[in-house]
């Protein structure tokens, strides 16, 4: 029984978009979305009882393995270690805030509210799979169908350039998935020669030597295709399209779940399953991490769009994941796994307050706006807030998360932190010069009689921003569940974190 509860959990919010997709033309939207937030909020309890009874000590917990293709040497298997079920969380958490704050987007959408809510159930079921499976084949089935929703969630409820956006990033997702099914593929015919059969199980691949020439390529192959979803200069062009195109909600489940599937493939498949590779890898993604952080901040300074900004801070701090994960020590992975989670917060804090922001002003450039926080002064509240986190202001919970990185980054090498500390500045840079021109000065036209958010729509932003500030000053709770875990993972790879170095005289004291 302990091992169908994780089933259960992937499985509920799948089953509800298509009973979703089956209802009676005739249903009323407001039954619609009733039963897609009370789906959404089931899943959300059986995760939290789930977290709440996750045995945390390296290893997976609520494990599941079933034959599923045995030609393949494919399993159905599922299991949450303590990175997995951070990541869990965060899908089940910002899924009914997504739903609340996006509660009308879909109404003029071309399915209207029945598809909408079923695309982000049916997109928050396949991202728990995505998280939770311990089968390199079911990983990529998931992976790959986690695409169908955003497509069609972009494609049918963006702006006026959602097609264009919805293809481009399908194509470069596509074109990622490609270059991984071929790593795929490299992992049955290796494995196929060993007495033992063809597998896909992670458990099994970890102690599975496949030689290091082999073993690059094919390291090779997924980190490309995890680049273009976390997203990485240079393949990250697709972003900022598709978040100028999407809805604010869209945009969240986008940036804050779906990316973080990029960073989350490159600790559970790159690290683990090919140590020598990723070692060997290293001082090329420190570089590529390091342009990300910096040239994602610089866009941002320069950009007018408010979304298309949103997505070069975006950018910048998927590089500071990537940083922290590719130092190979305790601190900087402990912190990327805390910064994915905080991240995801304070960017769908950002994107949903700016949101309700453009659909009363009907406007996302920050030229045409200007004095908003004199006509609504809670919206201009959150807002700054919800800024201050995704600057890493000390207090919030982001801070904690860059702190350690920089630390991680700083044992690896100095130059390297020397390199990305710039980018503190810069964010203060960015997101303080968009308040001030969005929210400061005389009232622009166009900005007058603007009204303040509504109930729901601080309802929607409370859960994420008191998660920002409680994980702002106690953040032990996750760091507990993902210390464990990061400590396999470095065991994994075969690194330990350096000793100190001390004299001989302060030895002998």
């Keep these: ?233 240079p393949v990250h062009t697709w972003l900022p399209d598709t978040t100028e195109s999407a809805t604010p909600g869209t945009s969240v489940l986008l940036v804050s779940v779906l990316d973080k599937i990029g960073t989350f493939g490159m600790i559970r498949f790159c690290l683990e399953l090919f140590p020598e590779a990723s070692r060997w890898a290293t001082p090329v993604v420190v570089v590529l991490a390091i342009i990300s952080i910096l040239y994602g901040a610089f866009m941002a300074i320069g950009s007018n769009n408010i979304p298309r900004l949103i997505a070069y801070t975006s950018v910048s701090h998927f590089g500071f994941i990537v940083l922290g994960i590719f130092v190979m020590n305790s601190q900087g992975l402990s912190g990327a796994n805390l910064y994915m989670f905080n991240h995801g917060l304070s960017t769908a804090a950002l994107f949903l307050v700016s949101g309700f922001m453009i659909s009363r002003r009907g406007s996302a450039l920050i030229s045409d706006y200007g004095g908003v926080e004199k006509v609504a002064p809670v919206l201009a509240g959150l807002f700054l807030v919800s800024g201050l986190s995704s600057l890493s202001l000390p207090g919030l919970s982001p801070f904690v998360s860059e702190l350690m990185v920089m630390v991680g980054a700083f044992v690896h090498s100095p130059w390297a932190a020397a390199f990305a500390v710039p980018a503190i500045v810069l964010a203060a840079i960015y997101i303080l010069w968009m308040y001030q021109r969005v929210m400061t000065g005389p009232v622009r036209e166009g900005v007058v009689g603007m009204p303040d958010l509504n109930v729901r729509e601080v309802s929607s932003l409370a859960p994420l921003l008191v998660l920002i500030v409680v994980l702002g000053f106690y953040p032990k709770p996750l760091l507990a569940v993902i210390n464990p875990s990061v400590q396999h993972t470095m065991s994994e790879v075969g690194k330990s974190d350096p000793q100190p170095k001390v004299t001989e005289g302060e030895a002998a004291k």
Excluded: C
């Excluded at 033309?25 to 937030?37: D, E, G």
């Design 1 to 233: 029984m302990n091992s169908s509860w994780l089933t259960l959990l992937l499985l509920l919010p799948i089953a509800g978009s298509m009973v979703l997709a089956v209802l009676p033309a005739r249903t009323s939207a407001a039954v619609v979305k009733q039963s897609a937030l009370a789906i959404s909020v089931l899943t959300l309890a059986l995760a939290i009882a789930l977290a709440i009874g996750y045995q945390a000590g390296g290893g997976y917990d609520y494990s599941v393995d079933v034959d599923w293709i045995k030609l393949f040497g494919a399993h159905y298997a599922l299991g949450l270690d303590g990175i997995g079920l951070t990541l869990v969380l965060l899908t089940v958490i910002l899924t009914p805030v997504v739903m609340l704050a996006s509660w009308n987007d879909g109404d003029t959408g071309r399915w209207g509210p029945k598809g909408f809510f079923a695309w982000v159930l049916a997109l928050e079921g396949l991202s728990i799979g995505v998280f939770a499976a311990t089968d390199v084949f079911l990983f990529y089935v998931f992976f790959e169908a986690t695409l169908i929703p955003v497509y069609f969630l972009v494609a049918g409820y963006g702006g006026p350039a959602r097609v264009r956006a919805a293809v481009k990033f399908l194509l470069f997702s596509l074109a990622g998935g490609l270059v991984m099914l071929a790593s795929v593929i490299g992992i049955y015919v290796e494995t196929a020669k060993s007495s033992d059969g063809p597998t896909y199980l992670i458990s099994e691949l970890q102690h599975f030597d496949f030689g290091t020439s082999v073993g690059r390529w094919m390291f090779v192959g997924f980190f490309i295709a995890f680049a273009i979803k976390a997203p990485m200069f």
